[in-house]
């Protein structure tokens, strides 16, 4: 017998990543035709220097940020053009931000020459971070003047390298051309192409779509390929992978499940943040469902879906299945379902959503659970008493996944600040008899008033990426908590039995390991200031630790990890595979209507 409380079983699969902002350069356009009128007054460089104030002055201190230039050295005549397609300058190089150094930087340029994109794209990438995740934000009002370097070419050539870096371009009152040229830029790297047709749009843009680049999402894992049956399945051992999924698509995959063995199975993926996006038409939906041998349908289905899925929202899918828990009874086609054997999952992206791209990545998590010779303690409520933390909170820094959600040190007041549009997550560790209970609260930020309504949002989910429990409600920037009608959201004692329990919340809470809190603050509506928001999570964790259930036969870790522990573990590698992370479609400017807000508090939080 091995107990879990020995092996950490809650552990996901290692991935190389850590919470915290990603190193960011902002690319500007000083070529000549900066120096023309903006449509709302003043010139185009008036109008993105402001752009940029605004981002700096609501730049979280801790984040790296750096600002590339170019056109600003030469003029634009023909004879200049040799010089001037060269005319790239690094004006600051993406350090923990120094807010009057880049102010002043941006403040000194002087528009004049051409545009060449391509060769400020490879001067940008090269003065970020060697490895990790990293972003650059490129702002023009037109096309490259230069190429070659051809921009797309050089943004196809940062992705085939392996660079993390995504690509972020706003078109500041650009032509049709000039647009495909940017969005071809973005989607090559897995970023956003955001329109600005004006200063004033450029003002409220320019904020969000960098607040996206610093805490964006990367998906990872694996890499793996489901198959469109299940008699080509990939077998997949317990871990993390990654694949992709088309609109419509069903692919399936093979996971072997000893005899008494619980089956865990999750999908996520995450929906770019999308404008203009019409909130009837912004749902999407996932679907799960477990077939046996010889393809037998077992009858076990699960469905999730996301609203207002452009606001940027990571949907996932998740099914436990213990049919293997059940001996098989010697006849019927029903004993395909039942006792050790080979399982099939088969997920399908079902409702679709306006706007977003044909694929998409989908992170994959297997987890198989030994059989049990004690289960340890029954199953008990109530949940989680929260108690009120005092004192000013810590500082933490939410992740942009689940992959690199920040750890929370026990109970205690912890402070972030989130842009509008922004979608984080925080984790806690439980082992088994511990439970947690948490609320967050939204600070006063830019006054109260129709153009400051967006969404509100938090979810809880277990070590599967199950969700627990959640709460949203409309914001409208004069501050606000969740869970709106209760105390907290809370669990009860992490034990074994829980899955026996008749609350369906409380079963989800039977495997210890981490415990994830994801933070939405949708973005306001188009003529909202989208400044950012103080946010306050307030945790308890309680509980007395036990020593959990005893396991029939050794294991690894649930989810794939080879190392035993004893405490909360660091991440480490899954043997003999090689994770890697792939650029997903995350950010740009959401505008978030009144009626979906409405929609969303009818919604409300899950009974």
């Not at 439980?430 to 967006?454: C, E, K, M, P, T």
Request: glycine content about 12%.
């Amino acid at each position: 017998m091995v107990l879990a409380g020995l092996l950490g079983l809650g552990l996901v699969p290692a991935l190389a990543q850590e919470a915290g902002y990603a190193p960011t350069m902002l690319v500007l356009d000083g070529s000549g035709s900066m120096k023309q009128g903006d449509p709302s007054g003043g010139t185009k460089m008036d109008a993105a220097k402001n752009a940029m104030h605004r981002f700096i002055d609501s730049a979280p201190p801790e984040a790296e940020v750096g600002l590339t230039v170019y056109g600003t050295r030469t003029g634009s005549s023909d004879a200049e053009k040799a010089a001037g397609c060269q005319d790239v300058r690094v004006l600051r190089p993406p350090r923990t931000v120094d807010k009057p150094a880049l102010t002043a930087a941006v403040d000194g340029i002087r528009p004049s020459g051409y545009t060449p994109i391509g060769n400020a794209l490879r001067a940008a990438a090269e003065a970020l971070p060697e490895e990790g995740p990293r972003a650059i934000v490129l702002v023009s009002d037109g096309e490259d003047t230069c190429a070659p370097p051809d921009p797309c070419e050089v943004a196809k050539e940062l992705t085939a390298r392996g660079a993390e870096i995504v690509v972020h371009a706003v078109g500041f009152n650009v032509d049709e051309r000039s647009r495909q040229q940017l969005t071809c830029i973005a989607q090559a790297t897995g970023g956003t192409y955001s329109d600005a047709p004006d200063g004033r749009t450029l003002e409220r843009i320019l904020p969000r779509v960098s607040a996206t680049a610093l805490r964006t999402y990367e998906p990872a894992g694996t890499p793996i390929a489901g198959r469109p049956d299940w008699k080509h399945a990939p077998v997949a051992d317990p871990g993390q992978y990654l694949d992709t999924l088309g609109q419509k698509e069903t692919r399936y995959y093979a996971v072997d499940v000893p005899q008494g063995a619980t089956a865990y199975f999750s999908g996520t993926i995450s929906f770019p943040r999308l404008p203009d996006v019409d909130r009837l038409d912004d749902i999407n939906s996932l679907q799960a469902r477990v077939y046996g041998a010889g393809g037998e349908d077992c009858h076990a289905f699960a469905s999730e879906q996301a609203t207002m899925s452009s606001d940027g929202v990571a949907l996932t899918i998740a099914k436990a299945w213990d049919g293997a828990t059940e001996p098989k009874k010697g006849s019927g086609s029903s004993d395909n379902c039942r006792g050790a054997g080979r399982y099939f999952f088969a997920l399908t992206w079902d409702r679709v959503s306006a706007g977003v791209p044909e694929r998409l990545p989908i992170e994959l998590l297997v987890g198989v659970e030994p059989a049990v010779t004690d289960g340890g303690s029954e199953a008990v409520l109530p949940t989680t008493t929260f108690a009120e933390p005092s004192g000013q909170g810590a500082p933490v820094v939410g992740g942009g996944s689940f992959n690199v959600a920040a750890p929370l040190d026990g109970s205690g007041r912890y402070t972030d600040t989130l842009q509008r549009g922004e979608y984080v997550f925080y984790r806690v560790w439980l082992g088994w008899g511990r439970g947690l209970a948490y609320r967050v609260h939204f600070g006063q930020a830019g006054g109260a008033g129709i153009d400051n309504v967006s969404n509100i949002a938090t979810s809880l989910h277990n070590p599967n990426r199950t969700e627990i429990d959640s709460d949203t409600t409309v914001f409208t920037g004069s501050g606000g908590t969740l869970p709106a009608n209760d105390t907290a959201i809370a669990t009860a004692p992490v034990r074994y039995h829980n899955r026996d329990a008749d609350n369906s919340n409380v079963r989800t809470q039977s495997v210890a390991g981490w415990y994830y809190i994801a933070v939405k603050l949708g973005a306001t509506f188009d003529d909202g200031d989208n400044v950012p928001v103080p946010v306050t999570l307030d945790l308890t964790v309680a509980g007395t630790e036990e020593s959990g259930p005893a396991y029939a036969s050794p294991s690894g870790g649930i989810f794939g990890d080879k190392e035993p522990t004893e405490a909360a573990p660091a991440f480490v590698p899954v043997a003999d595979k090689d994770p890697v992370t792939w650029p997903i479609w995350v950010g740009g400017a959401t505008l978030v209507v009144l009626a979906a807000a409405v929609i969303l508090l009818i919604r409300g939080r899950r009974p």
